[in-house]
C-alpha cells in the first residue's frame, strides 16, 4: 500500500503565498526596467530612422528611396528595439504566469482543507 502525498497546510500556503509574492515584485520590477528600455529603445530608432530619412531627402533621393536607405540606417537600432518589446513581453508573461501560480496554490490548499475535512 502506498502512502498518499500529503496536502498543503496552512503553514505551507502561507510559505508559498510568501515565495510567490517575491517572486511577483522581482518580475514587476524587470518588467518596469524592460518597459523603459524599450521606450528608450523605440525613441532612439524613430529619431535616428527620420534624421536618415531627412538626410536622404535633401541629398535629393525619392521619398521610396529615402525610406529605404533610413530603414538600412537603422537597422541596428530597429533590430535592439524590437529585442527590447520582446524582453519587456517576455517580463510581462512571467508577472502572468506568476498570478496563475498563485491561483494554483489558493486552489490547492482548498483542496487539501476539504481532504483533511477542514472545512465543510
Known amino acids: 500500500m502506498t502512502t ?7 503553514q505551507g500556503r502561507r510559505d508559498a503565498d510568501r515565495k510567490l509574492s517575491e517572486l511577483r515584485r522581482e518580475a514587476r520590477k524587470d518588467f518596469e526596467r524592460h518597459a523603459r528600455a524599450q521606450a528608450d529603445a ?5 529619431k535616428a530612422m527620420a534624421a536618415s530619412f531627412a538626410i536622404a531627402k535633401s541629398e535629393g533621393l525619392s521619398d521610396k528611396r529615402a525610406e529605404t536607405e533610413a530603414k538600412g540606417q537603422t537597422a541596428d537600432l530597429r ?19 506568476l498570478e496563475r501560480d498563485a491561483v494554483s496554490v489558493r486552489d490547492l490548499h482548498a483542496t487539501s482543507e476539504r481532504i483533511d475535512g477542514l472545512t465543510a
Request: proline share 6%; no cysteine; glycine share 0%.
Open 4 to 10: 498518499p502525498e500529503p496536502t498543503m497546510n496552512l
Open 42 to 46: 523605440e525613441r532612439d530608432y524613430r
Open 79 to 97: 533590430h535592439k528595439r524590437d529585442l527590447a518589446h520582446a524582453l519587456a513581453r517576455s517580463a510581462l508573461l512571467r508577472i502572468q504566469e
